[in-house]
C-alpha cells in the first residue's frame, strides 16, 4: 500500500502544480526523486509534526494544497491542536497520509501504536477520514479526495486484505446479501470477517470511508438482526455511528477491535490481534 501511496503522491506533485508534500524525516529515500525535482513544493521538514501541519495550513491559506505524510500517533496526537485550529477551524484543505495504523509498528512499542487515531480525528468535525484495504484501493480514494476542499486523514497499513473491491469515497461496498445478521469489516478486516463467516447467510458491508459514515447503505441492508462490527482500531470506536443510524429503534451490537487498553506486548501483528481477539470465529 505504501508503493501505491508514493506512486500517487509522486503523480500528483509532477501533475498538479498547485500541490505540496511535507515529510516528518520518513519516506524519504522514496520520494528522493520528488524531493530533488520539486525543492520548492516537496520537502523533509524533520521530526517536527506539530511545525510541519501549521507550515502547511500556510500553504493552504496561500492556495497550495499540501500533503502530509507521517508516522500515525505523532501525526493524530502530537498535531492534534495544529489539526484542530489549523485545518478544521479555518476549513482548509489538506491531506495527511500516516503509516503504522494500530500497530504495525509492533517491534517498537506502544509509542509507535495508534489504534486510537479513528477516535481522536472523529472529535475533530469537518475532517475526512479515509482508510483503505489494500493498494489499489488506496489509489482510487486518494484520487477522490486529495483535492475535494477538505481535511482528509489516510490511514495506511502494511498488512493489506487479498483482493480489493470497487470502492468509492462516502460509499460502503456490499459485498453479499443475508438474512441472519448484518457483519460490518472495516478496511483490512475484510478477509477476516469473508474467512469467518464463510457460507453463513449474512449481510457484509465493507466500510474504507469512516468519515463520513455511509449510513444509508447500512439502512438500505439492515435485515433486523444483530449487527457484527469488527475494525482494526479500538474496538467500539465506529458504534455511536451505528446508533445513530437507528434513532428509532433498538439495535444488538457486538463489537471486534483492539482492546480498549494500554498494549504493553510487543510481537507480530498477529500476536497483538490474538490478544485483542481478532481471530476468524463466527460469534
Not at 124 to 153: K, M, N, V, W
Not at 174 to 183: C, I, K, L
Request: aromatic share 12%; proline share 4%.
Amino acid at each position: 500500500m505504501r508503493r501505491a501511496m508514493i506512486k500517487s503522491v509522486s503523480d500528483m506533485i509532477r501533475d498538479e502544480g498547485d500541490t505540496s508534500l511535507f515529510l516528518v524525516d520518513i519516506g524519504v529515500w522514496a520520494f528522493r526523486d520528488i524531493l530533488r525535482d520539486y525543492p520548492d513544493r516537496a520537502m523533509n521538514i524533520g521530526i517536527f509534526e506539530d511545525g510541519m501541519v501549521s507550515l502547511a495550513a500556510g500553504m493552504a491559506l496561500g492556495g497550495i494544497i499540501p500533503t502530509v505524510y507521517g508516522i500515525s500517533p505523532f501525526i493524530v496526537e502530537r498535531a492534534l491542536e495544529q489539526l484542530k485550529l489549523d485545518f478544521a477551524y479555518q476549513k482548509l484543505q489538506g491531506n495527511f497520509i500516516t503509516t503504522g495504523a494500530s500497530y504495525d509498528f509492533s517491534t517498537l512499542g506502544y509509542s509507535h501504536y495508534c489504534p486510537e487515531d479513528l477516535g481522536v480525528i472523529s472529535m475533530i468535525p469537518g475532517f475526512e477520514f479515509i482508510a483503505p484495504g489494500t493498494a489499489s484501493e488506496f489509489s482510487r480514494l486518494f484520487e477522490q479526495t486529495h483535492r475535494d476542499g477538505h481535511p482528509t486523514y489516510c490511514r495506511l497499513s502494511d498488512h493489506v486484505n487479498k483482493a480489493g473491491r470497487e470502492v468509492g469515497f462516502g460509499k460502503a461496498a456490499v459485498v453479499q446479501t443475508g438474512s441472519r445478521a448484518t457483519v460490518i469489516a472495516v478496511s483490512t478486516m475484510l478477509d477476516m470477517v469473508l474467512e469467518a463467516y464463510a457460507g453463513e447467510d449474512v449481510s457484509i458491508l465493507y466500510y474504507t470511508t469512516l468519515m463520513p459514515f455511509d449510513r444509508k447503505t447500512l439502512r438500505e441492508h439492515y435485515n433486523g438482526g444483530r449487527i457484527f462490527l469488527y475494525e482494526p482500531h479500538y474496538e467500539g470506536t465506529l458504534a455511536h455511528e451505528i446508533y445513530k443510524t437507528f434513532p428509532d429503534r433498538p439495535v444488538q451490537l457486538s463489537c471486534v477491535g483492539v482492546k480498549r487498553e494500554i498494549l504493553r506486548n510487543y510481537g507480530s501483528k498477529e500476536q497483538n490481534d490474538a490478544y485483542s481477539g481478532m481471530l476468524p470465529e463466527v460469534n
